[in-house]
């Protein structure tokens, strides 16, 4: 009984391990230009080593098409694609209460986008609106703590 309990925790730990393997941050090329993408964790729908340098990510999030917005810029399908922003890509950082935080998600502050938003949170549940401000509905993770002013706006 009490070897097979052991067992069970030395599996348990092993799991973690590998969990805690699978996490780390790597140096990635971007899938799109071929560029360092930096280092972050891998994204499982890329192939390994490939991410998104944040370049192309405003690029593929601005572009249209047939004069209406590239539904792949929307934050739910980039994130399905690339993963999310923060810790599969660099992300863009909103100031709020004098900390930066990493905007995972942002959305027009729009019927529209604050259903965009709502399907987004329900996808990743660790994640909250952070502020609805200058026409956005800005999404982060909420255990993000902030840091303090080293980072673009
Ligand atoms: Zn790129």
């Known amino acids: 009984m009490i070897m097979k309990a052991l067992l069970k925790a030395t599996i348990g730990i092993n799991v973690e391990i590998k969990k805690g393997k699978e996490m780390a941050k790597r140096e ?81 502050d729009t019927k529209d986008g604050t259903s965009d938003a709502n399907a987004f949170m329900a996808r990743f549940p660790n994640h909250g609106v952070l502020a609805v401000a200058d026409g956005r509905v800005i999404v982060a993770r909420v255990d993000d703590l902030g840091v303090c002013g080293s980072t673009q706006q």
């Open 28 to 108: 990635l090329t971007c899938a799109c230009c071929g560029e360092s993408a930096g280092q972050w964790e891998q994204w499982h729908n890329q192939d390994t080593g490939f991410g998104l340098c944040r370049k192309c990510a405003d690029w593929i999030a601005k572009r249209t098409m047939f004069g209406r917005p590239d539904p792949q810029g929307n934050p739910l399908e980039l994130s399905k694609t690339y993963g999310l922003p923060g810790t599969h890509l660099e992300p863009h950082y909103y100031r709020h209460l004098g900390l930066d935080f990493a905007i995972v998600a942002e959305f027009p």
